[in-house]
């Protein structure tokens, strides 16, 4: 299939991870595997707000950085960052240095903790998983064409977070985040990871 690259391994993958060594082992071991953990939901909800407009290779090479300007992604700390943290992330030159998405950052932690306060451990991740009715909605796609920019469950989950309080989560970013977080499982039809999912 023209979607479809085959590997110096040998195994065809999607395309759109190319030949970058580092894009396909987020495509083998990350991308579209269930996530159910709080944190690890937050943090690539926050990248994938840091993504848009921008290709996810671009933030893929950046997250260790990401990680290090944002503490690990420690909802609590982050919430805790101010105007001069803005000022200082906006000086740094390994990650993207955007107000609007670094001030987005800071909210999203915000509306994370107010989440977790009111539900407890586990909140978030059932707040996102409620989205797909709590199990991975398999679509294996034939062409990167039959890959929609954003889904009904998508639009959903982007008004929820609105709703309490997030920011940066329009449709195609949660779309985006579904589909990196193993919610929804897009790998093309023909891909070495379809077939082993």
């Given at each position: ?16 991870c ?118 991975t ?51 093309l ?8 999912a």
């Amino acid at each position: 299939m023209a979607d479809l690259i085959v590997g110096a391994d040998g195994r065809p993958r999607c395309r759109w991870c190319g030949d970058d060594p580092e894009y396909q082992r987020y495509h083998d071991e990350e991308w579209g595997v269930p996530v159910h953990d709080d944190r690890a939901l937050f943090e690539k909800l926050c990248l994938e707000g840091f993504q848009a407009g921008l290709s996810w290779i671009t933030i893929l090479r950046k997250r260790e950085n990401f990680r290090l300007a944002f503490h690990g992604f420690d909802p609590a700390r982050i919430a805790a960052m101010d105007a001069d943290d803005v000022e200082r992330l906006m000086g740094d030159p390994g990650i993207v240095r955007n107000r609007l998405k670094i001030q987005a950052t800071i909210t999203n932690a915000q509306a994370w903790l107010k989440l977790l306060e009111a539900e407890g451990e586990g909140a978030f991740a059932r707040f996102v998983w409620d989205a797909v009715g709590g199990e991975t909605q398999v679509n294996r796609p034939r062409t990167m064409a039959d890959i929609p920019g954003a889904t009904p469950a998508a639009t959903a989950l982007s008004k929820r977070l609105k709703k309490a309080g997030f920011r940066f989560v329009g449709p195609t970013i949660a779309y985006a985040f579904i589909q990196s977080m193993g919610l929804v499982d897009d790998h093309l039809e023909g891909c070495w990871r379809a077939s082993s999912a």
